[in-house]
């Protein structure tokens, strides 16, 4: 089966970097996805990556992408309060169109 | 990207009645899914909304329970039948666009609350 794992908690300053990492067993995987959820809210998808490639850059996020090791990160440059959300980490596996979904990781930006 | 609404946006219900949710998207899509977030947990997908013929379903969830609805491309229903409080969750809605591109988008989200 599918399993994706995120480290529950990350916390950092206003104006720091914030990385949010994600592990995945399926080695079939054709996109991965983050998405973020605000309170109360839905997913809000934010970038996706690729199985093919090792970086994405998207203005204040950049993907990486080590396959080799089924790791996944999330970077954001200069996190503002209104980065502090959860997010997720999902893959879509070749054969199947849904997504698999990690535990969520909650982000909370000090100021 | 897409416009996605959910109906409605939460419920507190009786433990053994039935909910149906609605979900409607701003051009034809494809796929639609509809996914359970229990409170605290990631996201599980519960079925596949098949325009025109059934819904397929993963394990663990059936069709006398979360029946389905997909009338048209645009638009679906999930119902939520003879609630226990353990299906106290968010329903949500997902579509992908495109045909080779794998982008897909949620609806708000339904939280429903069993009493």
């Known amino acids: 089966g599918e399993d994706v794992e995120q480290s529950l908690f990350l916390s950092v300053r206003e104006g720091d970097s914030s990385v949010i990492n994600c592990t995945y067993t399926?080695?079939?995987?054709?996109?991965l996805y983050w998405y973020k959820q605000e309170p109360g809210a839905g997913l809000q998808l934010l970038t996706y990556?690729?199985?093919?490639?090792d970086m994405k850059q998207d203005q204040r996020l950049t993907v990486l992408l080590n396959k080799k090791d089924k790791h996944l990160s999330l970077r954001i440059a200069d996190t503002q309060t209104g980065d502090s959300a959860i997010y997720f980490c999902?893959?879509?596996?070749?054969?199947?169109?849904?997504?698999?979904f990690g535990t969520g990781t909650r982000l909370t930006v000090i100021p | 990207s897409a416009v996605i609404s959910q109906k409605p946006s939460r419920d507190i219900c009786q433990r053994g009645t039935s909910l149906t949710i609605q979900c409607q998207v701003d051009?034809?899509?494809?796929?639609m899914f509809w996914y359970r977030q229990q409170p605290g947990q990631s996201l599980t997908l519960i079925a596949t909304?098949?325009?025109?013929?059934?819904?397929?379903?993963e394990s663990g969830f059936v069709i006398d329970k979360f029946p389905i609805s997909r009338p048209n491309l645009t638009f679906s229903t999930l119902t939520v039948s003879n609630m226990s409080p353990e299906d106290s969750s968010i329903y949500l809605c997902?579509?992908?666009?495109?045909?080779?591109?794998?982008?897909?988008?949620f609806g708000p989200g339904t939280r429903l609350t069993v009493t």
């Open positions: 997902s579509v992908i666009l495109g045909g080779i591109s794998y982008e897909q988008y």
């Open positions: 399926d080695s079939s995987s054709t996109y």
């Open positions: 990556i690729f199985s093919n490639m």
């Open positions: 999902a893959e879509n596996v070749a054969g199947a169109n849904n997504l698999f």
């Open positions: 051009s034809q899509v494809t796929m």
């Open positions: 909304a098949n325009q025109g013929s059934e819904a397929t379903y």
